[in-house]
Structure formats: structure tokens, C-alpha cells
């Protein structure tokens, strides 16, 4: 399980769709790999087709503004 904040710093290249994982850092600038179910997989695969021009470097999580 991820903390928000931990998801709040995560870019495009911690998230790994193909091999079903999620990369964050956690307490203590850890770095920890999450393997991501199924459905959480698809739904980030929609998410990221949904997102506009997102690049390797941007946060994978953006605003409603964009940012």
C-alpha cells in the first residue's frame, strides 16, 4: 500500500504498466517497488492514455489544471 504523499511525488518513468509495478519514495528517502494488481493496471493504462503529451521526467499524477 502506497501513501498519498508517496503517490504525489511519483513521475511517468516509476510506473510500470508492462511489468505491473509502481516505483515511490517512501519514509526516510526509501525507495520501494509496488506491484500493481490488474484492475489497478488498466486503470492506470487509461489514465496515462488520457493524460496529453506526457513525458518521461512529468508527474505521472497531474491537477485538474494540469500541473
Known sequence: MARVSELAGV????????????????????QRDLPL?????RAL????????????DDPFFISYRGK
Not at 13 to 30: A, F, P, Q
Open 11 to 30: 513521475s511517468a518513468r516509476d510506473v510500470d504498466l508492462e511489468g505491473r509495478s509502481i516505483r515511490v519514495m517512501g519514509k526516510g528517502r526509501k
Open 37 to 41: 494488481g490488474r484492475t489497478s493496471t
Open 45 to 56: 493504462q487509461r489514465y496515462r492514455n488520457a493524460v496529453d503529451g506526457l513525458q518521461h
